[in-house]
């Protein structure tokens, strides 16, 4: 399982995004931007919120 926190992308929001892929989690995070934050996210802030994306209980190499 794989993670996005709002917050690491530098939202005010304690959302957390779950899922299997990387696709599913920026599928999910795009709509939770537009419909919480009235944001639509490019394709390259989508780039750059792949980068965050973590697998479950994994943070910078910790586990």
């Known amino acids: 399982m794989k ?3 709002c917050r690491d992308a530098g939202f005010d929001c304690e ?18 931007a537009r419909e ?9 802030q989508a780039a750059q919120l792949r980068t965050l994306i973590h697998d479950e209980g994994v ?5």
């Not at 959302?15 to 939770?32: C, K, M, P």
């Not at 919480?36 to 390259?44: L, N």
């Not at 943070?59 to 586990?63: A, E, I, L, N």
């Open 3 to 5: 993670r996005l926190n």
């Open 15 to 32: 959302g957390v995004i779950r899922a299997e892929t990387d696709e599913e989690i920026l599928n999910q995070a795009s709509q939770h």
């Open 36 to 44: 919480v934050h009235g944001v639509t996210i490019t394709t390259e």
């Open 59 to 63: 943070r910078d190499g910790r586990t």
